[in-house]
């Protein structure tokens, strides 16, 4: 059984651009989770979706970051304007249910110079 | 408050045994998780242990969670290099949302 998919692995961007990560979640899974997770930390979360609903976004830097999951299985994250502080690696998650354990996806190494 | 605590290093021989520990916060959290992490990685889910347990184990894992006092650790029995990693212990709230700690880097030496 495939894992969660992450792409790209890794983007290098100048800061003001826009960036796109995308996510496929585990088949069947309906909870997808996006986090950020800075250097030497531990992974943060920015918002979960219950199939299309975002039902957790409270961590979601609004002015900047935006994320859709239309049609309920893959997702995209957004950043634009990007700056240099978005540096970090963002992981995508999923589980099958709500409080499921999580499966995470190898991650895209965001490098904004 | 939400808070999950480790240590950040720590070193041990190849063959010895390595015991990672965590303390939370959150007493109404209904799981417990442990990850690793190696570079480059993402998260690989290592094991978990129901909140009404007080031990588990799986091959040469051993989770302990002493509930009262809000400790959790995992024991690695017979460290191998390829256990290099960070481990994450994580707590999940009722709000279903997952709380990481800093992380564990362990180093194996031979």
């Known amino acids: 059984e495939a894992g969660v998919v992450q792409s790209p692995r890794y983007k290098i961007i100048e800061k003001k651009q826009p960036v796109a990560f995308w996510c496929n979640p585990i088949?069947?899974?309906?909870?997808l989770y996006w986090y950020l997770q800075n250097l030497g930390q531990g992974p943060e979360l920015l918002i979960r979706?219950?199939?299309?609903?975002?039902?957790?976004d409270s961590q979601l830097p609004k002015d900047r970051f935006s994320a859709e999951r239309l049609k309920g299985v893959d997702s995209t994250l957004k950043i634009q304007p990007a700056e240099l502080g978005d540096s970090a690696v963002y992981l995508c998650?999923?589980?099958?249910?709500?409080?499921?354990?999580?499966?995470f996806g190898p991650g895209t190494r965001l490098t904004v110079l | 408050g939400e808070d999950v605590e480790q240590s950040l290093f720590l070193s041990v021989r190849e063959g010895d045994s390595s015991v990672i520990n965590c303390t939370y916060t959150?007493?109404?959290?209904?799981?417990l998780y442990w990850y690793k992490q190696e570079p480059g990685a993402g998260l690989q889910l290592l094991t978990y242990i129901f909140s009404n347990m007080d031990m588990k184990q799986d091959q040469r894992l051993t989770v302990l969670l002493n509930k009262k006092d809000k400790h959790l650790s995992l024991r690695i029995a017979d460290t191998q290099t390829g256990d290099s990693a960070i481990y994450f212990c994580?707590?999940?709230?009722?709000?279903?949302?997952?709380?990481f700690g800093t992380g564990t880097r362990l180093q194996v030496f031979p």
């Open positions: 088949s069947g899974h309906n909870t």
């Open positions: 994580a707590e999940i709230l009722n709000t279903d949302k997952l709380i």
């Open positions: 959150d007493s109404s959290s209904t799981y």
């Open positions: 998650a999923s589980s099958g249910n709500r409080g499921d354990t999580q499966y």
């Open positions: 979706y219950e199939n299309e609903e975002a039902v957790d």
